[in-house]
Nanobody
Framework: VHVVESGGGLVQAGGSLRLSCAAS????????MAWYRQAPGKEREFVAT????????DYADSVKGRFTISKDYTKNTVFLQMNNLKPEDTAVYYC??????WGQGTQVTVSS
C-alpha cells in the first residue's frame, strides 16, 4: 500500500483547508486510515482516524469540532476537512495506513 497526501498550504487563522490522501496498492488489506501531524521541534501526534470499511471516526481532543475525517471508498481517498484553523495547527500533516504506511507529508501553515 502507498499513500500520497495533497492539499496543504498557507491560510489565515479562522480559515479552512481540505487535505486529501490517495491510497493505492492492495486496498483489500487496508482496515484503518489516519492523519498525524508534526510541528517543528515536536513529536508526531495523532490527529484523526477512520476505519476503512465501517467509517468509524475518532479525533484528538485538540481538533474535535473543527476537523472532520471522511473517505471516498470509490476513489480510495481519505480527506481531512479542517475548519477554524489556528496557528497551533501549523505542522506537516501525514497520512497513515494500517499504522505502518506513511506518506511524504504536506505542509499546513496557519498565520495569525
Amino acid at each position: 500500500v502507498h499513500v500520497v497526501e495533497s492539499g496543504g498550504g498557507l491560510v489565515q487563522a479562522g480559515g479552512s483547508l481540505r487535505l486529501s490522501c490517495a491510497a493505492s496498492g492492495t486496498m483489500f488489506s487496508i482496515y484503518r486510515m489516519a492523519w498525524y501531524r508534526q510541528a517543528p521541534g515536536k513529536e508526531r501526534e495523532f490527529v484523526a482516524t477512520i476505519t476503512w470499511s465501517g467509517g468509524t471516526a475518532d479525533y484528538a481532543d485538540s481538533v474535535k469540532g473543527r476537523f472532520t475525517i471522511s473517505k471516498d471508498y470509490t476513489k480510495n481517498t481519505v480527506f481531512l476537512q479542517m475548519n477554524n484553523l489556528k496557528p497551533e495547527d501549523t505542522a506537516v500533516y501525514y497520512c497513515n495506513a494500517n499504522y505502518d504506511v506513511w506518506g511524504q507529508g504536506t505542509q499546513v501553515t496557519v498565520s495569525s
